[in-house]
């Protein structure tokens, strides 16, 4: 039974094979919406179960290649005065109940951009890759129809009957998991999008957006000068202030960068600037190929101008750590090259401050302060910057192990001396134990260990020790990686290298990152052992920073 209490809410929805996804987003507006209305065209899972577990109008309808059909298919079916339209791998947030309830009662307004925030993983708490203002909620009216047979768009048909229709953009939010890695990765979905694009332009060449459409999939596919090609029609089709001009400026600077036009992309750089002056993402993206080129100065200057302008308005589609996390760690770098390296410190300490995953960002700062003898400061610039951070055990628990990994082991063991539930555990005994003894191989002998007991045992004056245990274990990593290679080689299925390129094995590339840390961390006890004024020291501390930051995949 509808409410008519209010304006109502009906959510339009197309689907196929959607099981995995459907409930949570059907979840995250059974408070807000009031009917529910889902073409299925074709399911052979349990989409459509589910759809009417949440009591949805499920419409059966066959897929005809059209996705505006499909769409136009259940919005003429709804009742309520607001059709909301989203996909399955989407969901409201819980935030944004409230604003999305209150902008129906805003009758004077015939749409609404919600933010939809596009994920790299399957989870809410993945990070966002780009945040893109789409118009989502629009009044219920006979002759609101979407167009396109792909990258179906309604603004069109609402502003050619209302010419000056009000469209308001809200701050909702709407979570998308469809472009996660694994997802954006699937060639099959990118080809299919090129070909019923091309089927859409040749029955409207004239269309700016399905050519803007057009050369993403291209830049997706790596075919930039196709895409460069799309770009320019666009733009001498489009009218001013378009919603996605920004983007089409954006993505032509991205082209030409890929295509080995330093000077072209710079020029577009400025052209995009003089257009939108507020766009954080061009000053940000005019930065990044400065610093690419070796130009440091004019690189620094532009990320500083990237910072003061902020994240970019809300009616930009921007990718998120552009003017915070990203660009402070871009001008951390550049400090740490030119061997500015408080400047790089406090950089990147803002960098983690702007940061969602906070432990593996702060991991730099550490790793710096260590290299330049200001080991002793870390417990007070953590307590300083991130209070409640570090008060939550777990966290300084994974900090203590970052700073034991790369050697820090005083700024370790100040942090453990604030934590009564702190003990010493198994681990730590056992590489203690290691280095006083004569233990000939290590072939038994775990890598977290190791990682500890080289780097341990050459500050403690034990050369000898490091360095033989270290050499053992570079012997050990290249015997698993030529079996691993052997293993493969000896399948009797043949695998092609470039389709299906060989991956290695978890137990290797674990090795492999342990082995890593352990050279940063071995670099680190060495320059602890010289005194900053000591001939050696600054070309040590050189190659410390040459060294590449471990990575586990």
């Known amino acids: 039974m509808i409410d008519t209490h209010h304006p109502l809410i009906s959510l339009c929805m197309i689907v196929k094979n959607e099981a995995e996804h459907l409930a949570t987003c059907l979840e995250s507006v059974q408070e807000v919406v009031d009917e529910i209305i889902v073409v299925d065209t074709g399911s052979t899972d349990s989409t459509i179960q589910i759809a009417q577990h949440y009591g949805a109008n499920v419409i059966s309808f066959p897929w005809t290649s059209d996705f505006a059909a499909a769409r136009n298919v259940g919005i003429t079916q709804a009742q309520g005065t607001w059709i909301l339209i989203l996909d399955a791998d989407e969901e409201l947030d819980h935030s944004s109940k409230e604003e999305l309830k209150l902008c129906a009662i805003h009758l004077e307004y015939e749409g609404f951009f919600l933010r939809i925030h596009n994920h790299t993983g399957k989870e809410k708490s993945s990070p966002t890759a780009t945040v893109n203002p789409i118009l989502r909620m629009f009044r219920n009216r006979p002759e609101h129809l979407f167009r396109g047979i792909i990258h179906e768009q309604i603004a069109a048909s609402i502003t050619e009957f209302r010419p000056n229709a009000a469209l308001h953009l809200s701050t909702v939010m709407i979570h998308h998991y469809g472009y996660a890695d694994h997802t954006v990765s699937e060639k099959d979905k990118i080809q299919r999008n090129v070909t019923l694009l091309t089927k859409e332009l040749r029955r409207s060449p004239n269309d700016p957006f399905q050519h803007f459409n057009m050369a993403v999939e291209y830049m997706r596919l790596g075919e930039h000068q196709k895409a460069l090609d799309h770009i320019h029609k666009s733009m001498a089709l489009i009218v001013p202030d378009t919603s996605y001009g920004h983007l089409l400026h954006k993505y032509e600077i991205r082209c030409r960068y890929a295509l080995g036009q330093i000077d072209e992309a710079l020029n577009c750089c400025n052209q995009a600037i003089g257009i939108y002056p507020e766009y954080t993402d061009i000053f940000h993206l005019k930065g990044a190929i400065f610093f690419a080129n070796r130009m440091l100065y004019e690189a620094r200057s532009t990320l500083m101008k990237a910072i003061v302008l902020g994240p970019a308005p809300t009616h930009y589609h921007t990718e998120t750590g552009l003017g915070t996390y990203l660009s402070c760690n871009m001008l951390g770098q550049i400090a740490e090259e030119v061997g500015h390296d408080s400047e790089a410190i406090t950089w990147y300490t803002k960098s983690a401050l702007f940061q969602p995953d906070w432990v593996q960002t702060s991991n730099r700062i550490l790793r710096m302060m260590k290299c330049v003898d200001r080991e002793q400061d870390i417990p007070e610039l953590l307590a300083n910057h991130f209070p409640l951070h570090i008060q939550d055990t777990e966290i300084r628990n994974e900090v203590i192990k970052w700073l034991a990994l790369d050697g820090s ?96 094995t978890e137990s290797l590339m674990n090795e492999a990152y342990h082995l890593g840390r352990t050279w940063i961390a071995l670099t680190d006890a060495i320059l602890s052992r010289n005194e900053p004024s000591s001939p050696h020291y600054s070309a040590i501390h050189r190659v410390r920073l040459m060294l590449p930051l471990p990575r586990i995949k």
């Not at 005994?429 to 050459?458: N, V």
């Not at 020790?465 to 290679?485: C, D, I, V």
């Open 409 to 504: 082991y005083q700024a370790a063991q100040s942090l453990i001396s604030q934590l009564d539930t702190f003990k010493t555990d198994e681990s730590e005994a056992s590489w203690r134990s290691l280095i006083s003894s004569d233990h000939p191989f290590i072939s038994d002998i775990p890598q977290e260990t190791l990682t500890l007991a080289i780097p341990y045992a050459y500050q403690f004056g034990q050369e000898n020790k490091a360095f033989n245990l270290l050499r053992q274990w570079e012997h050990r990593y290249q015997n698993e990686s030529r079996n691993s290679t052997d293993i493969l080689h000896s399948t009797e299925q043949i695998q092609d290298e470039v389709l299906e390129p060989k991956q290695p």
